[in-house]
């Protein structure tokens, strides 16, 4: 028997699945029934993590990100279900994020969401990952009003800036032209010799280094468009550490040079992410800013937010830290779609790419 109530009791029992890059992930979770409105409360969120499959590749292999889903997708839906003391029986609705991500591992996951929900003939709900990203502010503080609000979302696939008038009217403003901030963080720790992810093993160099020792590019920084190039940055870093055209050859750097190119790698990202920021808050007037993805998990760049914001008198949303990464719990904004009769048909397909600038996710 579930012990948040039974599928036709006031509130909404749904699982949310989740599977769009390396982590595969589920959650339950329970909130007012439709077309009674608020914030879900999360039962059981699990996640099985690849990181141990892709780190000899310093990055996310698609096909085996695609396989370890297959393999882990069902267990972790079982884990979630038994975590939270319910029965399949129980669940009202089942939500699946569809779009944007790697085509192989979201197919794994709305497989196997289209099959629980035609099993149990409940409502499929099918939710954008980045959407979910910014929503997980609004999990972690359910009494306060996150939206209307500036959304940040950086992570490894995505930097992204969204004018967020509700959690389903987000409008994508611009994001990166190139690579993300979190890939770049992964790519500058693979020319450093560190661990994968890059973005904690950055961190952690950094703490012993000079921020400033190295004068990296802050692509596009006084431009006034929300957008965002790593790529050059990238290319710095390794212009500093083999010279141009790899004219010093293989380099092993020293402990020390590591922390230096580290810690100024990591300030000229953070530099770029508040400018941005800091442009789309005053240009949207909006007094609220929401950060998701999983590099917000950066101490350095948690403490510029708050920094920001305290500048700004702006009120900062940022989700700790397992509500940064990717999960399933963020998924519950599959309620409020749910209210606004945003059901999927069970012949909805993924979509892999982003919603382009100027358009509503």
Do not use: W
């Amino acid at each position: 028997m579930s012990t948040a109530g039974p599928r036709g009791g006031e509130e909404l029992v749904f699982l949310a699945i989740e599977t769009t890059c390396d982590e595969t992930g589920a959650a339950v979770l329970a909130g007012p029934r439709p077309p009674l409105h608020g914030v879900p409360r999360v039962l059981s969120s699990v996640v099985s993590s690849q990181v141990g499959l892709h780190r000899r590749f310093g990055g996310v292999v698609p096909e085996i990100a695609s396989r370890a889903h297959v393999q882990q997708v069902l267990p972790m839906i079982d884990e979630a279900i038994r975590r939270a003391g319910i029965a399949h029986q129980d669940l009202g609705m089942i939500a699946v994020a569809t779009r944007p991500g790697l085509v192989g591992a979201l197919v794994v996951g709305l497989t196997a969401a289209k099959a629980l929900a035609l099993a149990l003939d409940v409502p499929l709900v099918a939710v954008d990952h980045l959407e979910g990203h910014l929503y997980a502010c609004q999990l972690a503080f359910p009494e306060r009003e996150v939206y209307p609000c500036v959304g940040l979302v950086v992570s490894g696939g995505h930097t992204s800036l969204y004018h967020c008038r509700g959690p389903l009217d987000c409008e994508l403003l611009g994001g990166t032209t190139d690579d993300a901030a979190g890939e770049a963080f992964d790519k500058v720790a693979s020319l450093l010799g560190l661990g994968y992810p890059g973005g904690p093993e950055i961190e952690r160099a950094a703490r012993a280094g000079n921020p400033r020792a190295f004068a990296f590019p802050r692509s596009f920084l006084h431009d006034d468009r929300p957008i965002f190039s790593f790529s050059g940055l990238k290319t710095a870093v390794l212009y500093a550490l083999r010279g141009p055209n790899e004219q010093l050859g293989h380099v092993v750097p020293s402990a020390e040079m590591v922390a230096d190119l580290a810690a100024s790698f990591q300030e000229a990202v953070v530099d770029v992410l508040i400018a941005k920021t800091r442009q789309v808050l005053a240009r949207t007037g909006l007094r609220r800013l929401g950060v998701g993805g999983g590099v917000a998990a950066n101490a350095r760049l948690r403490d510029r937010l708050t920094a920001l914001a305290s500048e700004e008198d702006v009120e900062l949303f940022i989700p700790p830290l397992g509500l940064c990464t990717d999960n399933a719990a963020m998924a519950g904004i599959a309620l409020s779609k749910l209210s606004a009769g945003q059901v999927a048909d069970l012949d909805i397909d993924v979509a892999a790419g982003l919603v382009r600038p100027g358009r509503k996710t």
